[in-house]
């Protein structure tokens, strides 16, 4: 539920009365004008409603994907009643009594707003399989979002922006509302995401996010949003745990999970490359600059020498206002770079892992004769330095840190104890750890609950006669790595 702050805590109070129960642990907002969000509980009624569609669906009801905006042209009248029912046009949203009428004034914006509005809606959910309509589905199952009127004209007070009932899981024929007719005609954006996100809360999507790229959010100031594919915090005007499970939350999974994903491409982002220039030079101390772009806004630039990755940007967790997608964004690599030929490759990915990648070719000194002016592991080849790619598993023998596969291909890690070297790759200790079959978690920090995989220490012998030797050296290494690192030796790359 979207509300203006002026009253606040009038807003909280009729929403209580309205449907038994609403959310009121929200802090107080930092600016008298911003707009906040409460969730409105569904009835009994329609908890019973949803309870009968599963057991007849054998425990997974089908959910519709039409969502159906409507302006109200001409005026929409619907019902108050213990039932929400966009077919029937019965909402227990407005104040007053059951079987009472109520009538919502049409879009005031006029058409070209509105066509951008909608442009807008098929914009947010064109990753899904979602059919964004303001053309009435009549008796078929949907979800309806009307996109009109003023709270006043369901009996709510005037602070009210959009309000809607709010599930943790998806639930057909719900009726939301946004009251864009008190909205500014020329904020079309963030009458988007007032839409977005009370249409989002009967697609199971309760939770509100801490991060004002998403139109789950409370904060307003950082442009157009959409349903980031990233683990956001939960949280209205500061982070809080999860009200369905967790500290965060994933709004585009989510919405994948219900719908499954769209049958149009995603557009890809723009990106070139600023400094160096083709024909350059670098030095260690470089900084690569690339000018890039994304509609969703660019999650992550990776800088790649030779092709391996040497440094890369990563977009914050949770962003707050203001804030706008930065027009250039600077990697350093990670480490020193050796004399040679280099093509510079940068990619641009958005949150949904669609790219796009400029090169250039520079020098760095002169290029390289022979492998021993490169780093270790490395080959020299036209002049270029370069690694192969990695082949090394978790408990190959090793000599450098490049040769093993990480968690993300390029960050892989050679451990030394004692002499013996072998691939490996963090983990948390304990009976879940992540390693691999065959592998035990040997704690490396010093309270004991992060460290890397090295090979499981044997299962004692229940016998008394067993005089075999092959697992002594193995089980001795254990012994000398449990605990803190020790003589264990994790290489840096590069450093």
């Known amino acids: 539920?979207?509300?203006?702050?002026?009253?606040?805590?009038?807003?909280?109070?009729?929403?209580?009365?309205?449907?038994?129960?609403?959310?009121?642990?929200?802090?107080?907002?930092?600016?008298?004008?911003?707009?906040?969000?409460l969730t409105v509980e569904p009835t009994p009624e329609d908890h019973a409603i949803a309870a009968a569609e599963a057991v007849a669906h054998g425990g997974n009801p089908d959910i519709s994907n039409i969502l159906y905006i409507n302006r109200c042209a001409g005026g929409c009248t619907l019902t108050k009643g213990t039932v929400n029912n966009a077919i029937q046009n019965t909402s227990s949203i407005p104040d007053g009594d059951d079987g009472l009428e109520f009538t919502i004034p049409a879009f005031a914006h006029g058409d070209e707003r509105w066509n951008e509005l909608m442009q807008c809606l098929r914009d947010i959910y064109l990753p899904y399989d979602v059919e964004v309509t303001d053309v009435d589905p009549g008796n078929t199952p949907h979800h309806e979002a009307i996109a009109s009127g003023l709270p006043g004209d369901l009996g709510l007070p005037n602070s009210v922006g959009g309000i809607a009932p709010s599930y943790c899981e998806p639930r057909n024929n719900m009726i939301s509302f946004s009251f864009l007719n008190s909205y500014n005609p020329n904020n079309v954006l963030e009458m988007c995401a007032t839409v977005g996100q009370e249409a989002s809360h009967s697609f199971g999507i309760r939770d509100h996010l801490f991060d004002c790229t998403d139109p789950m959010t409370y904060l307003v100031g950082c442009g157009q949003k959409f349903f980031r594919n990233k683990q956001m915090f939960c949280g209205e005007f500061e982070q809080r745990a999860?009200?369905?499970?967790?500290t965060r939350q994933n709004s585009h999974v989510k919405?994948?999970?219900?719908?499954?994903?769209?049958?149009?491409?995603?557009?890809?982002p723009t990106i070139s490359i600023q400094t160096p220039t083709e024909g350059g030079t670098i030095t260690n101390n470089s900084v690569f600059a690339a000018a890039a772009d994304d509609p969703r806004t660019v999650y992550r630039v990776e800088l790649y020498l030779n092709d391996w990755l040497w440094g890369e940007y990563v977009e914050s967790d949770s962003i707050t206002p203001p804030w706008s997608p930065p027009s250039s964004y600077?990697?350093?690599?990670?480490?020193?770079?050796?004399?040679?030929?280099?093509?510079?490759?940068?990619?641009?990915?958005?949150?949904?892992?669609?790219?796009?990648?400029?090169?250039?070719?520079v020098t760095k000194g002169s290029p390289c004769t022979t492998a021993d002016t490169c780093l270790e592991g490395q080959q020299c080849a036209e002049g270029k330095c370069f690694w192969a790619e990695p082949s090394g598993e978790v408990g190959d023998a090793c000599t450098y840190d490049e040769f093993c596969i990480g968690e993300n291909t390029y960050d892989g890690t050679c451990v030394t104890a004692g002499d013996q070297s072998i691939c490996t790759l963090p983990c948390f200790t304990g009976p879940n750890d992540t390693c691999p079959e065959g592998f035990d978690c040997l704690a490396t920090s010093a309270d004991g609950?992060?460290?890397?995989?090295?090979?499981?220490?044997?299962?004692?012998?229940?016998?008394?006669?067993?005089?075999?030797?092959?697992?002594?050296?193995?089980?001795?290494?254990?012994?000398?790595?449990?605990?803190?690192?020790?003589?264990?030796?994790v290489r840096r790359r590069r450093r």
């Open 242 to 246: 999860c009200e369905c499970a967790g």
């Open 1 to 37: 539920m979207r509300l203006f702050l002026a009253s606040f805590g009038t807003v909280l109070l009729s929403a209580s009365a309205l449907s038994g129960t609403a959310r009121a642990d929200e802090a107080t907002p930092p600016a008298p004008d911003r707009k906040v969000f």
């Open 330 to 361: 600077t990697v350093q690599a990670d480490g020193d770079i050796p004399d040679g030929n280099y093509e510079v490759r940068m990619v641009a990915y958005n949150d949904l892992g669609i790219s796009s990648e400029a090169t250039v070719n």
């Open 449 to 489: 609950t992060s460290g890397v995989c090295w090979f499981a220490a044997p299962e004692e012998d229940p016998g008394c006669c067993s005089t075999g030797e092959t697992t002594t050296g193995t089980l001795a290494l254990q012994l000398t790595m449990v605990g803190l690192v020790g003589g264990l030796i």
């Open 255 to 268: 919405l994948l999970s219900v719908f499954g994903p769209g049958t149009q491409p995603i557009p890809a």
